[in-house]
């Protein structure tokens, strides 16, 4: 066999080390398709951040897989380009006291302490210039009072420099109460004073339902947009242009249909198939269908592997017997029929679910229900029949 270093031919008609696609949670892809009104509300933030003033606060939701953090990353990009100062944050269920969070908000807001005069950094009430002139975060109070202070000097310092600052935060179902909270009161009073901090966050489809269920005023400038599966059209123009703009090669009709009807939509498994057809090409001008029986085995075997990986952190006893219950219920079922399947009371289970839900392998979408966090994997589940551990 000889060695591949030493020998530049390669088995596909594409250089595979030019492949686009890029399959993997939270990557952002060659092509957002059937993403663009997602895309356009955020740049309108963008642009508001760049002129700069305050623009709206939004949230993305939808389930794993979809997006939300390759958005997210896409936008910071974006935003930074147009000379907008970025700061990324993700929300953890085991930061009680908001130490992580915090200490990315003192970070982030650093860079922009450094720019400031004396003046306008006494304005802040939680930095502060040390005497060796590092940014410090003022300690006192609760940490979600801490998180107040630091993201309204967020808007403040942005005011007084007169430049945009973007603050993502991601995975905000996993600390609502106690990060998201603060977090939306401090941006929400920044927009009211026109001040150009722009927040967006991304969460599962439950994502801050309870605070919007309070009412308070603090989300009224929190728009929701819904991250769902794409329309075949989403798919087309998420595997077509990749190899139009990278390769000038033309993907064949019925091979986006093959695409779309076997990855359901799903963007994930999307970026698989594209990779894997990128690989497979036989061709320097075209992509046909025997290019995606070929491919198809590559992306079932990584879909297999996935669904695996992800059965591999559901918990043995009662958490792996209500994990196989709800896919035999479809996925997505009332806890009260699961109980009865199981034979089981609402306490019995509890513990099970509460475990289900803090490993991101499941979520709630409405109050006693529960579900799948990825698409396809009840049926993975009831086709497989893996071990119950």
């Not at 009662?318 to 996925?331: F, H, N």
Request: hydrophobic letters at 40%; glycine letters at 10%.
């Amino acid at each position: 066999m000889p060695n591949p270093f030493e020998d530049a031919t390669v088995d596909g008609a594409l250089d595979p080390a030019a492949n686009p696609f890029r399959p993997g949670m939270g990557r952002v892809p060659p092509d957002f398709g059937g993403r663009e009104p997602a895309l356009r509300r955020a740049k309108v933030v963008v642009d508001r951040l760049a002129r700069p003033s305050a623009p709206q606060l939004v949230l993305y939701r939808g389930v794993r897989g979809v997006g939300k953090t390759a958005l997210l990353a896409y936008v910071r990009l974006q935003a930074a380009q147009r000379g907008v100062h970025t700061i990324a944050m993700e929300a953890d269920r085991g930061d009680p006291d908001l130490v992580a969070a915090r200490e990315t908000l003192r970070r982030g807001a650093a860079a922009l302490v450094e720019r400031a005069d004396d003046a306008l950094v006494r304005r802040c009430g939680g930095l502060r210039r040390a005497r060796d002139g590092s940014v410090e975060a003022k300690g006192s109070g609760t940490p979600a009072a801490t998180v107040e202070r630091l993201v309204a000097d967020l808007g403040l310092l942005a005011a007084g420099l007169g430049q945009g600052v973007l603050l993502t935060v991601d995975e905000v179902q996993e600390a609502e109460q106690t990060l998201l909270k603060p977090l939306l009161r401090a941006a929400h009073l920044a927009s009211q004073e026109d001040r150009p901090l722009g927040v967006l966050l991304s969460g599962l489809p439950s994502a801050a339902e309870t605070l919007f269920d309070e009412g308070q005023t603090y989300t009224e400038r929190l728009e929701r947009l819904e991250l769902g599966l794409l329309d075949r059209e989403g798919t087309v123009e998420a595997i077509r242009r990749p190899f139009e703009r990278e390769a000038d090669v033309l993907v064949d009709d019925h091979v986006l249909d093959h695409v779309h009807d076997e990855s359901g939509g799903y963007p994930w498994f999307v970026q698989l198939w594209g990779a894997a057809l990128w690989d497979v090409a036989r061709h320097p001008q075209c992509v046909d269908l025997e290019d995606a029986r070929a491919a198809g085995v590559e992306v079932h075997e990584r879909v297999q592997a996935f669904f695996a990986d992800r059965w591999r952190r559901v918990p043995s006893g009662r958490g792996a017997l209500l994990a196989v219950a709800l896919a035999e219920q479809g996925g997505d079922a009332e806890m009260g029929d699961l109980t009865e399947v199981l034979d089981l009371t609402h306490q019995a289970l509890s513990p099970a679910r509460r475990d289900l839900v803090e490993r991101g392998l499941c979520w709630s979408p409405g109050r006693g229900r529960l579900a799948f966090t990825v698409p396809g994997f009840a049926e993975w589940v009831t086709r497989t029949r893996p071990d119950l551990g």
